[in-house]
């Protein structure tokens, strides 16, 4: 059982940054394979970003490429997505997840475990 806790959402304007954290507890939060996804109204769940258990390998949304950093901190078993050039659009829910494996995948209903969901809200 993994527990994840996501933070540093909220309002930022067009253009802005901002900073989200995932917090892991539970088993061994290095063997997961990492992922973020995001949830506007009225739409399905989507991929943002994911990272292997190493860190070495990242995979992006192309949405988001070049504007979004995924990492991970095995030691203090955190991972963060910074966030920059934000549009309206980004304006979601945002959540952590964590699967089992090594393989990237795009799909929410492969991952396993998943946060409570913090909201960015960007304005225009």
């Known amino acids: 059982q993994v527990q994840l806790v996501e933070s540093g959402g909220g309002l930022v304007q067009a253009g802005g940054s901002l900073r989200l954290s995932c917090a892991a507890s539970?088993?061994?939060?290095?063997?997961?394979?990492m992922g973020w996804f995001r949830q506007a109204p009225g739409k399905e769940r989507e991929f943002v970003a994911a990272?292997?258990?190493?860190?070495?390998?990242?995979y992006y949304a192309d949405s988001v490429k070049g504007r979004f950093t995924i990492s991970r901190d095995n030691a203090k078993n955190t991972m963060t997505l910074q966030m920059s050039s934000l549009k309206p659009e980004d304006t979601a829910v945002y959540y952590c997840?964590?699967?089992?494996?090594?393989?990237?995948?795009?799909?929410?209903?492969?991952?396993?475990?998943w946060g409570q969901g913090t909201q960015v809200t960007v304005s225009s």
């Open positions: 997840a964590a699967k089992q494996g090594a393989g990237i995948e795009t799909l929410a209903s492969l991952y396993l475990y």
């Open positions: 990272i292997r258990w190493s860190g070495s390998i990242t």
């Open positions: 539970g088993r061994t939060f290095s063997s997961y394979l």
